[in-house]
């Protein structure tokens, strides 16, 4: 109704903002990301500092969700063992689209220290799931953390939320 | 009481099941007895009057090639003194009495050395692995173990 009122004024008066359904969408998306925290070793730690006052992992927009329902992205911090990765895989699937996975640390992203003799664990977490943000780091420090998440925004707010309709329609039609 | 003198008093009391004695630097002074006879002598240090040792330090397994053997590591309240035990067993029949009821430290700990190197405890109420996924094939921590290629449909090696 603010917008009605204002049609008669010109829009360098201020007021109203142009622009086009995608960019509104994922400007709301990058910045409003809720996310699943697997924490599985000492990345986990490091990842309480990120989240702690000096550093203040929400001022990206992030919240915390205990559901993999509700999360946007889903990070891997730590060791992925073989057991451990079977329930990765299930929440990850739990998720609903769209979704993204952030792999922190050396050993998520693959193997880390355990590379040769680690017969428990599984070499890389992108083995199971697709990994869109790989934060390197024996842990990160939290300074590659923030560089992770502005990555994962930049991810998220340059897609293309129609054409990639599109490309899915001809594909079928192709069939 | 000095470790010496533990061996002298168990060597008097079990006899042929006390079987070796080491009181070389640099490793602590540690005694062997026979698996047949682990749980009396147990039994005995936790009660004994002179023994009383209250506390498993630690209990841990271990692969010697052609055996596979147990440790125990004790220690007394009371008394404040250790004492370091060992069990050796042939690896095709590694059986050793399970301390769980002398120590409840060692049900868990007896699972591990269990679920990692092989050593069967028996009389324990509850051995299973610990670690490792139940369906896990081996004991990864002996020598001679050989990574697997797969588990459940994903690669192990690098």
Redesign the interface.
């Known amino acids: 109704m603010g917008l009605l009122n204002r049609l008669n004024e010109p829009y360098d008066a201020g007021g109203i903002i142009l622009g086009t359904i995608e960019d509104v969408f994922n400007w709301g998306r990058a910045r409003s990301d809720w996310y699943l925290h697997f924490g599985l070793a000492c990345c986990a730690i490091e990842f309480m500092a990120m989240n702690a006052s000096h550093f203040d992992f929400m001022r990206f927009g992030t919240i915390p969700r205990a559901t993999p329902r509700q999360a946007d992205f889903i990070m891997i911090t730590g060791t992925v063992t073989?057991?451990m990765?079977?329930r990765i895989k299930i929440l990850y699937e739990q998720m609903a689209d769209p979704k993204y996975v952030v792999s922190v640390g050396s050993c998520s992203n693959?193997?880390g220290p355990y590379?040769?003799?680690g017969?428990?664990v599984?070499?890389g977490v992108d083995?199971?799931i697709p990994v869109d943000v790989y934060i390197p780091g024996c842990p990160p420090r939290p300074e590659a953390f923030q560089e992770g998440m502005i990555q994962l925004q930049k991810k998220i707010i340059n897609e293309e939320i129609f054409k990639k309709r599109q490309k899915i329609k001809e594909e079928l039609l192709s069939v | 009481m000095q470790p010496q003198e533990i061996y002298e008093e168990l060597k008097s009391r079990f006899g042929e099941a006390i079987v070796d004695f080491q009181s070389q630097p640099p490793s602590d002074p540690f005694i062997v007895v026979k698996a047949e006879n682990l749980f009396e002598i147990c039994h005995t240090l936790r009660d004994g009057d002179n023994f009383l040792f209250d506390y498993l330090k630690c209990l841990s397994g271990m692969d010697l090639g052609d055996n596979l053997g147990a440790v125990y590591h004790l220690y007394s309240m009371k008394y404040a003194h250790h004492l370091t035990l060992k069990v050796i067993v042939p690896k095709d029949e590694p059986k050793v009495p399970s301390v769980e009821r002398i120590w409840r430290t060692a049900d868990w700990h007896e699972r591990e050395a269990f679920d990692l190197i092989g050593v069967l405890f028996e009389g324990h109420h509850n051995l299973i692995r610990i670690l490792?996924?139940y369906d896990w094939e081996g004991h990864?921590l002996q020598k001679n173990?050989v990574?697997?290629e797969e588990?459940?449909g994903?690669?192990?090696?690098?």
């Open positions: 073989l057991k990765a079977e693959c193997g590379w040769e003799h017969y428990h599984l070499k083995r199971i | 490792n996924p990864p173990y990574t697997p588990y459940h994903m690669k192990v090696p690098y």
